[in-house]
């Protein structure tokens, strides 16, 4: 006999004859199937055949919202029968669709049903988040899926870097970038209650993976769901140049997400963001930010100080449009305007300043072309004289000295 | 060195040293105003390049470390502008002591030409064959004058430099006033070549100034005449014959006899010049480095 097997057998002979001594006493009403079931799994230290805890904290699970509800054991466990004890020891997996059919149904949709049905045996089911028997109300501030507590509940696997290397899970420990960004502080803080978690941008039971084009995490529907709360912004946006883009089908256009990121969103006036999203610029605009890094701005930037004009500086952040459209910051009418900005005296011969000349478009800046040809050849001609000079005078001053040195030897 | 160690120099006419460093004449060759503002320039230029190179190298990580060093964008910028403004003073000190005193003693002639001018005269052309010739072995080593004409590159080079760095580095210190007068490209034009030049002068100072007058064997470590304001007769005779022998024959070498380098003097170089001389070394090293 194993040890489990044992301590069953003389529960059990326990609770016999404990049902004996009450039926000859009292003619008691029969136990309610919970006391019965906890009759063994209320031992903290009960353990099935393969040493897995088959502990049930009684207290927790009557204050949880099943047990508030008088739900049996065997609701759940349906496979069990209570007047055959004790229950083999595989029991059949509980099935939550015989309640809550609706919710299984969504959850079979989403990411994490998908990668279940794909065969990845980590992916979150219904207990991984809601938990098994101490499961509450999403209100109930102690509830695992309650607002304040899912970017915990997300993060036992989406912050974890053993289960994010095991299950490969896309973006990597996305719950560390999202405590640290501004979303993640803002949890923390007074706005607490209405700043976004998780959920708030993913959903729930309806996660879906970002190329389906349902998910909120859509690239197409990214504006959208940031503008749920950003409403000024998007708006800005859809009217500027990216969003028109956007609207027009040029699904390439940068979103949101593209200069913000997703999860490590930081606040947009730190001297890091500042600095750090000309570069997100760059990467479609890349002869724009290699004439911006030939000028102070660009170089004041680059080294990490945010005081100098960024890009947005001058061209606006969401709003941004091409100097031909007379709204744009950077047209005509409004370039002095935007120069004053940061220099208050400026005039328009300063305005006249051209913050992306390239010195190698000798089409679009010939003299600026042909001052940095002359700079160059300067500079070649300077060092190419000096340097066989010295190389040859090194030469013979060094075999003048072994000479020499050779002589008075 | 001590005075006492060199006090029999009148003993020793012919101004050749006997070996034990005894007997050594030295001759003046800067003056006090001359070596005052050769320090401020070199501490100036430092000041300037080592401030200024973080933003023509800004993409590069060693960028980023040298301005926070330096006091950060706000502190290397404050220390960038008085470097220059002093540098402005020491520039046009130079150049007005210079006029009022040739001047003042009718030798303003001997200023513009000649062997004592600092304008390239015939000569240097063919000093510099003639030096070529003597790089490759093809004949003996010339016998310069009072400026050699490597002297003189360096000498016009800084008036070339002031004029473009100078000059385009006011435009950019002071954008809004200038911009009154001036169309908005000349001040892309001067951020180009403010740095452009910068470079070129940083580059030339830290390698090609110091191994010509500093690093080459004959001169290794550091040639101190330029913080002692007097060179030894010995050398003298063997790095500018030409002069030493006009020096001589014009009858101009007695007067032109000086005590030996004070301590102080040769302590300042030393340790001053040769702070400059390694902290120009490091930039090149960067400069190099962030080619590679």
Same mark, same amino acid.
């Given at each position: 006999?194993?040890?489990?097997?044992?301590?069953?057998?003389?529960?059990?002979?326990?609770?016999?004859?404990?049902?004996?001594?009450?039926?000859?006493?009292?003619?008691?009403?029969?136990?309610?199937?919970?006391?019965?079931?906890?009759?063994?799994?209320?031992?903290?230290?009960?353990?099935?055949?393969?040493?897995?805890?088959?502990?049930?904290?009684?207290?927790?699970?009557?204050?949880?919202?099943?047990?508030?509800?008088?739900?049996?054991?065997?609701?759940?466990?349906?496979?069990?029968?209570?007047?055959?004890?004790?229950?083999?020891?595989?029991?059949?997996?509980?099935?939550?669709?015989?309640?809550?059919?609706?919710?299984?149904?969504?959850?079979?949709?989403?990411?994490?049903?998908?990668?279940?049905?794909?065969?990845?045996?980590?992916?979150?089911?219904?207990?991984?988040?809601?938990?098994?028997?101490?499961?509450?109300?999403?209100?109930?501030?102690?509830?695992?899926?309650?607002?304040?507590?899912?970017?915990?509940?997300?993060?036992?696997?989406?912050?974890?870097?053993?289960?994010?290397?095991?299950?490969?899970?896309?973006?990597?420990?996305?719950?560390?970038?999202?405590?640290?960004?501004?979303?993640?502080?803002?949890?923390?803080?007074?706005?607490?209650?209405?700043?976004?978690?998780?959920?708030?941008?993913?959903?729930?039971?309806?996660?879906?993976?970002?190329?389906?084009?349902?998910?909120?995490?859509?690239?197409?529907?990214?504006?959208?769901?940031?503008?749920?709360?950003?409403?000024?912004?998007?708006?800005?946006?859809?009217?500027?140049?990216?969003?028109?883009?956007?609207?027009?089908?040029?699904?390439?256009?940068?979103?949101?997400?593209?200069?913000?990121?997703?999860?490590?969103?930081?606040?947009?006036?730190?001297?890091?963001?500042?600095?750090?999203?000309?570069?997100?610029?760059?990467?479609?605009?890349?002869?724009?930010?290699?004439?911006?890094?030939?000028?102070?701005?660009?170089?004041?930037?680059?080294?990490?100080?945010?005081?100098?004009?960024?890009?947005?500086?001058?061209?606006?952040?969401?709003?941004?449009?091409?100097?031909?459209?007379?709204?744009?910051?950077?047209?005509?009418?409004?370039?002095?305007?935007?120069?004053?900005?940061?220099?208050?005296?400026?005039?328009?011969?300063?305005?006249?300043?051209?913050?992306?000349?390239?010195?190698?478009?000798?089409?679009?800046?010939?003299?600026?072309?042909?001052?940095?040809?002359?700079?160059?050849?300067?500079?070649?001609?300077?060092?190419?004289?000096?340097?066989?000079?010295?190389?040859?005078?090194?030469?013979?001053?060094?075999?003048?000295?072994?000479?020499?040195?050779?002589?008075?030897? | 060195?001590?005075?006492?160690?060199?006090?029999?120099?009148?003993?020793?006419?012919?101004?050749?040293?006997?070996?034990?460093?005894?007997?050594?004449?030295?001759?003046?060759?800067?003056?006090?105003?001359?070596?005052?503002?050769?320090?401020?320039?070199?501490?100036?230029?430092?000041?300037?390049?080592?401030?200024?190179?973080?933003?023509?190298?800004?993409?590069?990580?060693?960028?980023?470390?040298?301005?926070?060093?330096?006091?950060? +964008?706000?502190?290397?910028?404050?220390?960038? %502008?008085?470097?220059?403004?002093? *540098?402005?003073? /020491?520039?046009? #000190?130079?150049? @007005?002591?210079?006029?009022?005193?040739?001047?003042?003693?009718?030798?303003?002639?001997?200023?513009?030409?000649?062997?004592?001018?600092?304008?390239?005269?015939?000569?240097?052309?063919?000093?510099?064959?003639?030096?070529?010739?003597?790089?490759?072995?093809?004949?003996?080593?010339?016998?310069?004058?009072?400026?050699?004409?490597?002297?003189?590159?360096?000498?016009?080079?800084?008036?070339?430099?002031?004029?473009?760095?100078?000059?385009?580095?006011?435009?950019?210190?002071?954008?809004?006033?200038?911009?009154?007068?001036?169309?908005?490209?000349?001040?892309?034009?001067?951020?180009?070549?403010?740095?452009?030049?910068?470079?070129?002068?940083?580059?030339?100072?830290?390698? +090609?100034?110091?191994?010509?007058?500093?690093? %080459?064997?004959?001169?290794?470590? *550091?040639?101190? /005449?330029?913080? #002692?304001?007097? @060179?030894?007769?010995?050398?003298?005779?063997?790095?500018?014959?030409?002069?030493?022998?006009?020096?001589?024959?014009?009858?101009?070498?007695?007067?032109?006899?000086?005590?030996?380098?004070?301590?102080?003097?040769?302590?300042?170089?030393?340790?001053?010049?040769?702070?400059?001389?390694?902290?120009?070394?490091?930039?090149?090293?960067?400069?190099?480095?962030?080619?590679?």
């Amino acid at each position: 006999m194993r040890p489990a097997q044992t301590i069953r057998a003389i529960l059990l002979a326990g609770l016999a004859a404990a049902f004996a001594a009450q039926a000859a006493t009292t003619p008691a009403p029969a136990p309610s199937v919970t006391d019965t079931c906890l009759m063994c799994h209320a031992d903290k230290d009960a353990k099935g055949a393969a040493g897995n805890s088959i502990a049930v904290d009684g207290a927790k699970f009557a204050a949880s919202v099943h047990g508030e509800m008088k739900l049996k054991c065997t609701d759940c466990h349906a496979d069990v029968a209570v007047d055959k004890l004790p229950h083999p020891e595989k029991l059949k997996p509980v099935n939550c669709a015989t309640c809550h059919a609706k919710e299984v149904k969504e959850y079979t949709g989403t990411v994490h049903g998908q990668a279940r049905k794909g065969g990845n045996s980590i992916a979150a089911t219904c207990t991984d988040c809601h938990g098994k028997h101490d499961i509450l109300r999403s209100k109930d501030a102690a509830a695992r899926t309650n607002h304040a507590n899912i970017e915990a509940t997300c993060s036992t696997c989406h912050g974890n870097d053993t289960v994010v290397a095991k299950g490969k899970l896309p973006g990597g420990n996305i719950g560390g970038k999202f405590h640290d960004s501004i979303h993640g502080k803002a949890l923390i803080g007074a706005a607490k209650g209405s700043a976004p978690t998780c959920t708030n941008c993913h959903g729930a039971h309806s996660i879906q993976p970002k190329a389906d084009e349902n998910s909120r995490t859509n690239r197409a529907r990214i504006p959208d769901t940031c503008g749920a709360c950003h409403t000024s912004e998007r708006e800005a946006y859809v009217k500027g140049m990216h969003g028109k883009l956007r609207q027009d089908g040029v699904l390439a256009a940068p979103g949101c997400t593209d200069c913000h990121s997703a999860h490590g969103i930081q606040q947009h006036d730190t001297p890091l963001f500042q600095t750090e999203v000309i570069k997100e610029c760059g990467t479609c605009h890349a002869d724009y930010l290699a004439t911006y890094r030939d000028t102070f701005h660009g170089q004041v930037t680059a080294l990490g100080y945010s005081r100098m004009a960024t890009c947005a500086s001058c061209h606006g952040a969401h709003e941004v449009l091409p100097a031909s459209n007379p709204a744009s910051k950077v047209s005509k009418q409004n370039r002095l305007k935007t120069c004053q900005q940061c220099h208050a005296n400026a005039s328009a011969n300063f305005a006249s300043f051209d913050p992306h000349a390239n010195r190698h478009d000798k089409a679009r800046d010939p003299l600026f072309y042909w001052a940095a040809k002359f700079m160059e050849l300067l500079l070649f001609g300077v060092f190419a004289f000096f340097g066989i000079h010295t190389v040859f005078w090194l030469y013979r001053e060094v075999r003048e000295k072994l000479a020499s040195g050779k002589e008075r030897h | 060195m001590t005075a006492a160690t060199v006090t029999p120099a009148a003993a020793r006419p012919d101004g050749q040293a006997d070996g034990n460093g005894l007997a050594q004449r030295y001759v003046r060759r800067f003056t006090a105003t001359e070596r005052v503002l050769h320090s401020l320039l070199m501490l100036t230029f430092v000041g300037c390049a080592l401030t200024g190179l973080p933003l023509v190298f800004a993409d590069r990580p060693w960028a980023a470390t040298l301005a926070r060093i330096l006091g950060g +964008f706000e502190g290397a910028g404050l220390i960038h %502008r008085i470097c220059a403004a002093v *540098m402005i003073v /020491v520039f046009v #000190t130079h150049v @007005v002591v210079m006029f009022s005193k040739a001047l003042a003693g009718g030798r303003l002639m001997r200023l513009l030409w000649g062997p004592d001018s600092m304008v390239p005269q015939p000569q240097d052309a063919i000093d510099i064959y003639h030096n070529f010739l003597w790089f490759i072995g093809r004949g003996p080593r010339p016998q310069f004058d009072r400026w050699t004409y490597w002297e003189k590159f360096d000498y016009w080079a800084v008036f070339w430099g002031m004029m473009i760095i100078g000059g385009s580095g006011l435009l950019l210190w002071f954008p809004v006033f200038f911009a009154r007068i001036l169309p908005g490209w000349v001040f892309n034009i001067a951020a180009l070549v403010h740095g452009e030049e910068a470079l070129l002068a940083v580059g030339f100072i830290f390698t +090609f100034h110091f191994f010509n007058g500093h690093l %080459r064997p004959d001169k290794f470590p *550091m040639d101190t /005449v330029i913080f #002692t304001g007097r @060179v030894s007769e010995r050398e003298l005779k063997h790095e500018r014959a030409v002069e030493y022998a006009r020096m001589v024959k014009e009858g101009r070498f007695d007067a032109a006899l000086a005590p030996p380098p004070t301590q102080e003097s040769l302590v300042f170089g030393w340790i001053v010049g040769g702070a400059a001389l390694l902290l120009g070394i490091i930039a090149i090293v960067l400069i190099v480095y962030s080619f590679f």
